[in-house]
């Protein structure tokens, strides 16, 4: 056997080894992909992406809680006093108007989570007080008092008909 | 960098000399044939049952009242659930099948005698521990076959001596196959395979100590050697690629075909299912149990069916290497007990009565005939092969592997002075 | 000998298992949509008044493509993620049949013979010459005859019975393993890509041993 053959036989082994060693890494890196998916949110719990929720039970001036992907959402039923104090005004540190926060100025609805370190805070007064740590809220949700940097967030929502809305995605 | 770092290790761990000695130089008798594949097999097969198991455990619930809508909740609802757990169930099969073919090649060449006693051993421990963790896993789905499998064989603890009826209760956990049941059946499924990892470790200490046996029963691995890499190690990946192909082909394409439909209607304690059969796997066995008329007599001799593979490096009593290969009388013995196996594997697949209970008894007999009878056998057929004249390239084989031996002991004798 | 005569007799028993099956009949089921939107439609109809499907949620139906104004019928003021369940409780089936009617999420998966056993069970019902109704295939069952087979003599009006009973077990079929077309889809290309890859292995191997020759 000559010099050049071996040479030419040894390379095209290594090519061969190399092809089968990447076709092999890509099954082996596929077949992770069904076990890192398992651990994504299911089927049943994606179905509850979004919450229904009908408004006729809420008096006004009253606040109701209910769950949205597993967090607190208040939906406040605001008297038309409310909503004048609070148009009036764009809030404490972090400024936003209010008609920027609502769809419909007597429905408010706001992720009821601390925006400092996730406590829900209680209504209480003229809006709401993080007992946690002591922020305080007004009735736009927004901060007036720290140390919570940010406004209570609004979810995605939007009125199915004039008494229903749905949480989870801004359009239907 | 790699070498730096590759020395910095090795200054604190035998990481390069571990994987000299034990992997890449690891030498490997060339005449290894594809039934040799199997131990690398089966050890795939444990990672694989680790890891779709760790991320099926992730959804399941071991609750009586939640258990079996979790199933369905993976099946349906979890990404790739319905893959995972087809995976793991049709894992298990795979485990017993390579598993048994691991064995019968063990039997077949006789690498079960010294000086591998040890490695037979622990393999059978393996064995009872990987029977142990499948039992208790078929439980889990709580099913109707899963609680009354369950409920039979805790019962067979019946015949503990004096004792029986306190042995079960302690078992389960109450008068009956419940929750408590369940929840540490969970428990100890998840637990064992670890400790088979173990048992694992422990095997193939021993498997490197004594080498790798061969269809020429001679050692050879001192002489006739290879390294295991590259050469086993791309013979193995062949061989995982054949059986990755026959694995797909029943979790993707027929993964119902290996389970009972009774297992998919939810536990039942107060009706027992048509007929109860166990899976694949145990049909042997339990068809030995339901052949003896008695409770403490059948689970004695089906206790025996198993343990008996222990006794072999006694019960072979023959000289002559290379197993069944070249010895008629053995390999004749060897395929009667495999065609045995499956008139077991039958009649236990078949509900008992008539015929099927006379066919059983019959192969039972025969099961436990082959055993006895192996200790005379071996000695005549010896007896009779050299009586006949051993084929030359066996007596090369044999006195080329005495010349070694007694050579090795003089060397040994000599360092001892 | 002793092996030829267990075989003969094990072929004999075999034999004799697979008569008592061949009573079954056998039917090839639909997995493409039409056919199953016809069963949800048939089975709302027929057995949704009794039976639970609890492991189906209307949104499953939603997802798989039946129109969304059927399902927003069927499921009246239930989110749309609600399993179906009949009208009928527990108690109430209690009292009219002495038991529960089994759940049908999983039926063609959970009795021997499968799919088979549930098309030849719906239409095994007859009426004896004392206007009796029993049922081949379960001769015990306490179902009324849903379909109406054991009453119908019209040849053509069978065939449509026949029809609904295919349709309504192509739905259960769907219903028991939902992702069986896409294991099926996926399982085409493992098997693809294994092939090419053993073959793979099978020339690096054969390489690796030829440098000992």
Same mark, same amino acid.
């Given at each position: ?14 090519? %061969?080894? *190399?092809? $089968?060693?990447? =076709?092999?890494?890509? &099954? ?7 076990? #890192? +998916? ?7 719990? %994606?179905? *509850?992406? $979004?919450?229904? =929720?009908?408004?006729? &039970? ?7 809680? #209910? +769950? ?105 | ?417 | ?213």
């Amino acid at each position: 056997m000559s010099e050049s053959d071996t040479l030419g036989d040894s390379k095209r082994r290594n090519f %061969l080894i *190399k092809v $089968t060693s990447v =076709v092999g890494g890509a &099954g082996a890196a596929a077949a992770c992909i069904p076990f #890192v +998916a398992s651990m994504n949110p299911s089927a049943d719990v %994606l179905a *509850k992406a $979004t919450t229904e =929720v009908d408004l006729s &039970g809420v008096p006004v001036g009253g606040v109701h809680t #209910v +769950a949205w992907q597993g967090k607190p959402v208040f939906i406040f039923h605001r008297t038309p006093e409310e909503i004048k104090d609070m148009e009036a005004s764009d809030g404490g540190f972090d400024p936003e108007p209010d008609d920027k926060r609502v769809i419909k100025p007597e429905w408010l609805v706001v992720i009821g989570i601390c925006t400092h370190l996730g406590c829900v805070p209680n209504k209480e007064g003229p809006g709401w007080t993080c007992h946690c740590h002591g922020s305080q809220y007004d009735d736009s949700g927004r901060v007036v008092r720290g140390p919570a940097p940010r406004n209570l967030a609004v979810p995605p929502y939007y009125f199915v008909s004039d008494n229903k809305i749905l949480i989870g995605k801004s359009k239907a | 960098m790699t070498n730096k770092i590759i020395h910095w290790i090795d200054q604190r761990f035998p990481l390069s000399s571990f994987v000299k000695h034990d992997l890449t130089e690891y030498p490997t008798p060339r005449n290894l044939s594809y039934w040799w594949n199997f131990g690398f097999l089966a050890g795939f097969v444990l990672v694989l049952q680790v890891a779709t198991g760790v991320f099926l455990a992730m959804h399941y619930k071991a609750d009586v009242s939640l258990s079996f809508d979790s199933i369905q909740h993976i099946m349906r609802d979890v990404n790739y659930g319905w893959l995972l757990r087809f995976m793991h169930a049709t894992g298990a099969s795979a485990f017993f099948l390579v598993i048994y073919i691991h064995m019968a090649r063990t039997l077949y060449y006789g690498s079960y005698r010294a000086p591998r006693e040890l490695m037979w051993w622990t393999g059978q421990g393996l064995l009872l521990m990987l029977m142990a963790t499948a039992f208790m896993g078929y439980l889990l789905p709580w099913g109707q076959m899963s609680f009354w499998g369950a409920t039979v064989i805790t019962n067979l603890f019946k015949a503990t001596p004096f004792y029986g009826e306190e042995v079960v209760s302690w078992l389960r956990g109450g008068f009956a196959v419940g929750d408590p049941t369940l929840t540490r059946f969970f428990s100890l499924h998840y637990l064992l395979p670890f400790l088979i990892l173990g048992g694992v470790v422990v095997h193939l200490i021993a498997l490197h100590t004594v080498k790798s046996s061969n269809p020429s029963g001679i050692d050879l691995a001192a002489k006739d050697n290879i390294p295991f890499h590259p050469y086993f190690t791309s013979k193995d990946f062949y061989g995982l690629g054949i059986f990755l192909i026959v694995y797909c082909l029943f979790v993707f394409f027929f993964p119902n075909s290996l389970m009972e439909p009774a297992n998919n209607i939810p536990a039942n304690p107060l009706q027992t299912p048509l007929d109860i059969v166990p899976e694949w796997y145990f049909l042997p066995f339990y068809a030995i149990l339901r052949s003896v008329p008695d409770l403490v007599g059948g689970v004695v001799a089906m206790g025996l069916s198993v343990m008996v593979f222990s006794f072999m490096p006694y019960l072979d009593r023959s000289r002559i290497p290379g197993g069944a290969h070249y010895r008629p009388w053995y390999r004749m013995m060897f395929y009667l007990f495999m065609a045995d196996m499956l008139v077991l594997g039958y009649v236990g697949h078949n509900p008992p009565g008539g015929n099927m209970l006379l066919i059983g008894r019959i192969a039972t007999f025969f099961y436990f005939a082959l055993f006895v009878l192996l200790p005379f056998l071996s000695k005549k057929e010896e007896r009779w092969l050299i009586q006949k004249g051993l084929p030359p390239e066996l007596k090369e084989l044999m006195a080329s592997d005495a010349k070694e031996k007694s050579e090795m002991h003089h060397r040994r004798n000599g360092d001892n002075k | 000998m002793k092996n030829l005569i267990i075989t003969l007799v094990l072929c004999f028993t075999a034999a004799q298992a697979w008569a008592e099956e061949a009573t079954l009949e056998h039917i090839k089921v639909d997995t493409d949509l039409p056919a199953i939107a016809r069963g949800v439609d048939d089975l709302m109809g027929n057995c949704h008044s009794c039976h639970n499907l609890k492991y189906v949620t209307y949104l499953d139906l939603e997802k798989l493509g039946i129109d969304r104004q059927k399902i927003d019928g069927w499921r009246g003021d239930q989110p749309i993620n609600s399993p179906l369940t009949s009208l009928m409780s527990d108690e109430a089936a209690m009292q009219s049949f002495n038991l529960v009617p089994p759940d049908l999420s999983l039926m063609t998966k959970a009795r021997e013979g499968g799919a088979d056993y549930v098309y030849s069970y719906l239409l095994g019902y007859y009426s004896t010459p004392d206007g009796v109704v029993k049922n081949h295939i379960f001769p015990g069952t306490k179902m009324p005859d849903p379909l109406g087979m054991s009453t119908t003599t019209d040849h053509a009006q069978r065939e449509q019975i026949r029809a609904t009973a295919h349709d309504i077990v192509s739905f259960l079929y769907w219903a028991a393993d939902p992702h069986e077309q896409e294991r099926y889809r996926l399982g085409y290309y493992v098997i693809g890509y294994l092939l090419i890859l053993t073959l793979l292995l099978y020339f690096v191997k054969k390489q690796i041993w030829s440098r000992l020759k």
